[in-house]
């Protein structure tokens, strides 16, 4: 091997050793925090109250996902940002919320968080099937449904911000090694 492979080489490898999930500065930089604060003001500002009628939500899930490793974390929030668009690409015409706030927090989802979590994941994989039965639902149910999704956006939110001190003490370790 050559000087110039060999640099090649351990500038992989040292390059690697700082990055533990591909491609996530997105996620380090503090943009997804900003865009997730964001998502949340467009969904209060949709339908202005949330319900008050308690639903179970599945802390369990939660509290396991923050154990995994950041790889299985940022699949986690980019399966959840998923199943949330697609949940909100239903037919919603039983519920007046605003429009433009819906299709805003819509496009912050689709068109940002879940493109850039997309590119975090190394390998995507399915868990839940990809249509949505989500049809003819009461306006009350879907206020139910977007206080859920609220307390699932400030979960993922909670999260991402473990994942990113998790990620900036990985890269400060890796430099004083």
Known sequence: MNAKH?????????????????????????????????SLSQLQEMGGE????????PF????????????????FLAEVTEQISELFNADLDAVKWKE?????????????????????????????????PCRNYSADSWEQIRRLVRSHLMRMDIIASNLKSAMDSQVKSNLFI
């Open 6 to 38: 060999m640099w090649i080489c351990l500038f992989l490898v040292f390059y690697s050793a700082q990055s533990p999930c591909t491609a996530c500065t997105w996620i380090t930089s503090g943009e997804y925090r900003i865009k997730s604060k964001e």
């Open 50 to 57: 949330f319900s008050q009628v308690y639903i179970t939500f």
């Open 100 to 132: 433009q706030a819906l299709d805003h927090f819509l496009s912050i989802l689709k068109g940002r968080q879940l493109k850039e979590l997309k590119n975090c994941v190394s390998v995507q994989k399915e868990y839940y099937s990809p249509t949505c």
């Open 60 to 75: 369990k899930v939660y509290a396991t996902i923050m154990t995994t490793k950041a790889d299985d974390q940022v699949k």
